[in-house]
Structures are given as C-alpha cells and as structure tokens.
C-alpha cells in the first residue's frame, strides 16, 4: 500500500470514526498491517478536531455506528478550510441507493458496504490516498508556478504583469465606487553608472535593498511591484495626489538615509499619477511615466506630480 511509489514519502494517516467499538477495531487492523498509521475516534463530533489538528491522508466514516451524525461529520470536515481537502469514505451496513447517494452529497469520495472484504477495503483506501496525494501535489505546483509567474525573482516583488492584473481591477473598482488611487513610478538614478563602477551583482544588491527600504514606509494595502529594470511602481488605494506626493517625498528620503555600500548614497525619481475618472490603465502610467521624466530632466532625485 504504502510501498505505492506515488503515495506519500511519510506514512499515510487514516483516521477510523465510528462508535461500534469491534468495527472501529477492525478496520484498524486492516489498515494497520498494511502498513497505514491509524486513529480512531469513537464518536462523529469528535472527528472533526483530529482530522484538523493533526495531519490526516484520509477519513473512514462507519455511518451505521454514528447514525445520522456520520453524514453531519463529513458535512462538518467539508466545511472547514483545513480539511475540506480529505477524503472521506464511508463504510456502511445500509445498501439503499439513497444512503449512498446521501453520502456522496455530503462529500464522500467512496462508499464501501458491510460486511466488508479486507481486500475491498484497502484496495479502496490505497486508491483514495493516491489520488489525494497527487492532487495535493498539483496543487503546489501550480501555487509554486503562479508564484513564478507574478513575482520578480530579484526582488520577491510582483512583476509588471500581475500589478497590471490587481491595477484593472483597482481600475475598476474605482469607476464603480469612486475609490481613488494613485500611481507612484519611480526609477533609480544613475543606475547603469552603478553596474559600470561596482558590476551586475552590486546593482542586483542595490535593487534588494531598495526594495527592503521601500517596503518598510508602505502600507500593507499599497502594490508594490517591478515594473522593468531599476523602475518600480506603487499603487496607493484611497490615496489623493497630494497624499502620494507626501508619501513619495518620504521614500525619496529614506533612500538618502544612508549609503549602499559600496556604491554609496543611491536616489530615485518618482512620477505620479491619480485616478480620474474616465482613464485608461495605460493613460495613467502614461501620465506617471510623463511626471517620472519631468523629474529626470529637472535634475533627478525628485518628485514630481
Ligand atoms: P537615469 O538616471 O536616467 O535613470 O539613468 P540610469 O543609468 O539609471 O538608466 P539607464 O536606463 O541608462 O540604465 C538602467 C540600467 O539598469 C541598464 C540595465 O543594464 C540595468 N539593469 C536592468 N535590470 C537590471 C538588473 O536586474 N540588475 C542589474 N544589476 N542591472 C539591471
Ligand atoms: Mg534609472
Ligand atoms: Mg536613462
Ligand atoms: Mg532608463
Ligand atoms: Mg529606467
């Protein structure tokens, strides 16, 4: 069972609920000597905090012992974030079609009638955990491969495409409801001097600790993302042009707190814009990027709206 290559490198856990004491034993027999680390739980309720708290692979409901409540424990186990993710089978001495369709409602994965064969039972069992193991897996890979497709390896930052997603949809929100925001976009200064004097991995270094700097004066409702190179952006909610100026004055500020070494004192320039009704998500970075190179031709390290 176990020695399935697909099931999961630690042992799997089945936890055994029901309140007839001789089948609860048994089925941990079977289980047991085929190598699954089994609970049991003598009563329907007191299922649901096991299955939370401590890692389970898979859940056995014997439906005939906790009568009606074996249906309300898998309801229950569905219900919470934690474990709505476990299979459930349910092993029961009622053969009608509607006590089996009842469970499936409810959110069983398998229905197994008593009296049971021990094959049947972990033939069943080895299948439910593979497939719960594989569809965990995918799960994490495809979490790992959204991670990889909206943040900026460098920096941990969202990556232009993902602002721009949360960004529409800001976008939105604000013509619907008349939330302003406002857009800060800000590029280092003198950035390709950096790499030229010190090399690449100090100017990656020097994008790090810009970032870590930034971050600290944010609010954790602000965006903040790569938009490309050494140009960052920022979306402040409910924030007018004045508050964003404000804010920008100070990030501006705390990079001239102290050097990056050893490429020394590091300024930025910062362009913003504000939602006004009626623009396009590209027309405000547009007016952002226009007020970025203001800011540049005005001598750098400055902020203009
Ligand atoms: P300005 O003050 O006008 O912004 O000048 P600048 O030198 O900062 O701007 P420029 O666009 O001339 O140069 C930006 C440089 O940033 C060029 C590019 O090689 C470098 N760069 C882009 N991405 C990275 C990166 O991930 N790491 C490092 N080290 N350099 C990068
Ligand atoms: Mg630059
Ligand atoms: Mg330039
Ligand atoms: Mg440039
Ligand atoms: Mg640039």
Redesign the pocket.
Known sequence: MPSDSTAALSTPTILIVGDAPESLEQLGRILAEAGYQVRKVGSGELAVAPAQTSPTDLVILDVEASGQRGYETCRQIKQHQQTQQLPIVFVSAFQDASDKVRAFSAGAVDYITKPFQAPEVLARVATHVRLNALQRRLEAQNRELERLATTDP?TGLLNRRSFTSYGLNYLAQASRYGTHFSLTLF?????????DAY??????K??VIVTRRIRQQLRDVDLFARW????FIILSPKTTCERAAHLAERLRRCLLARPIEPAGFVTA?FGIATERSGESFDDLIRCADHALLSA?EGG?NRVVT
């Not at 590029?187 to 790499?195: L, Y």
């Not at 090399?199 to 990656?204: A, P, T």
């Open positions: 460098l590029d280092i200064d003198g950035f390709k001097g950096i790499n090399g690449h991995d100090v100017g990656d020097v994008l490309g190179g050494e140009e320039s540049k750098r």
